[in-house]
Structure formats: structure tokens, C-alpha cells
């Protein structure tokens, strides 16, 4: 009997735990369900309340200014500092230009008869200028570009083409 009452009392406590760790396992589970909804539902509320903000592009950066006083140009970039670099070649791109004629004229006499050939020939060739007048008017970081709009006086240009023709002379 007393064998017997040990096998009952052992199949009762392999029972039991074996109900105790069906129980802890479905609370665990559950509990965990629950966290994980938490924890969504904690994210998404996030995002909603602060969404990625898509900031347009500035005027100046897609049309640039246009003047009878001054050139002006953008150019964007990874940092401010190759955003101004393209902003500036952009600016030597559209004023760096030298423009050459060569005019010919032949005279052809036969006897009574004179005639007059031209040949005229216009060559435009792109060449280096120096823009150190050229100055960041406007600068803007969006995201992960740089934007800049560069300047240049006309009048100040033209002072300083003078300048360096009159020192090559």
C-alpha cells in the first residue's frame, strides 16, 4: 500500500507539473503576444504622429534667378562644400566663352573683270576664367543634398576680365 500511495502520489506530481508548465508555457506565450503588440502598436503610433516630412525643393534650386545685372546658378551636392563647388562650375559653364572671328578677303583681278571673295569664320571656344567674385547667395540642406545658389556681378566680371587683360599684355 504504501507502494502503491508513492505511484499515486508520484503520477499526481508529474501530473501537475507537467499541468503547472502547460499553464506557465500558455501564460508565457500570451504574455509575450502582448508585448509584442505593445510594442507595435507603441512604433506605428510613433510614425503617425511624427510622419517623414517631404520638403520641396526651393524655387531658386529648379529656376534659378534671372537678372541683366548678374549671373546666378545652383548646384547641389553630398555636402555643402561640393554643392557650391557645382554651383560654381555651373556659373563658369554659362559665362566662360570666347568667341573669335577671323575674317578673309580675297581680291581676284582679271583683266577687266575684279572680283571680291570673303570668307568670315566664327568660332566659339569654351576657356578659363577666374570667378573669384562669385559669391553663396542661398544655401539649404534637405535630407541628405546640399543646394546652393551662386552670384556673380556682371559689372564686377567684366572689371575683372580688364584687369587680367590689361596684366597679359
Given at each position: 500500500?504504501?507502494?502503491?500511495?508513492?505511484?499515486?502520489?508520484?503520477?499526481?506530481?508529474?501530473?501537475?507539473?507537467?499541468?503547472?508548465?502547460?499553464i506557465m508555457n500558455q501564460q508565457f506565450t500570451h504574455i509575450v503576444r502582448i508585448l509584442f503588440y505593445f510594442i507595435a502598436i507603441q512604433f506605428l503610433s510613433g510614425c503617425i504622429a511624427n510622419p517623414v516630412k517631404h520638403t520641396a525643393l526651393p524655387n531658386w534650386v529648379q529656376a534659378p534667378p534671372q537678372s541683366d545685372q548678374a549671373f546666378f546658378a545652383?548646384?547641389?551636392?553630398?555636402?555643402?562644400f561640393e554643392a557650391e563647388k557645382n554651383a560654381?562650375?555651373?556659373?563658369?559653364?554659362?559665362?566662360?566663352?570666347?568667341?573669335s572671328d577671323r575674317l578673309e578677303t580675297r581680291?581676284?583681278?582679271?583683266?577687266?573683270?575684279?572680283r571680291e571673295y570673303f570668307d568670315q569664320q566664327t568660332s566659339v571656344n569654351v576657356s578659363d576664367i577666374s570667378l573669384s567674385q562669385a559669391r553663396v547667395v542661398k544655401q539649404v540642406k534637405l535630407g541628405l543634398s546640399w543646394y546652393a545658389l551662386v552670384k556673380v556681378?556682371?559689372?564686377?566680371?567684366?572689371?575683372?576680365?580688364?584687369?587680367?587683360?590689361?596684366?597679359?599684355i
Open positions: 500500500s504504501h507502494n502503491c500511495i508513492t505511484k499515486y502520489l508520484m503520477a499526481s506530481y508529474a501530473d501537475f507539473r507537467h499541468r503547472v508548465i502547460g545652383t548646384g547641389s551636392g553630398i555636402s555643402l560654381r562650375l555651373s556659373l563658369a559653364s554659362q559665362i566662360k566663352v570666347n568667341v581680291t581676284i583681278l582679271d583683266g577687266a573683270f575684279h556681378e556682371r559689372q564686377a566680371l567684366i572689371s575683372q576680365q580688364q584687369r587680367q587683360l590689361k596684366q597679359s
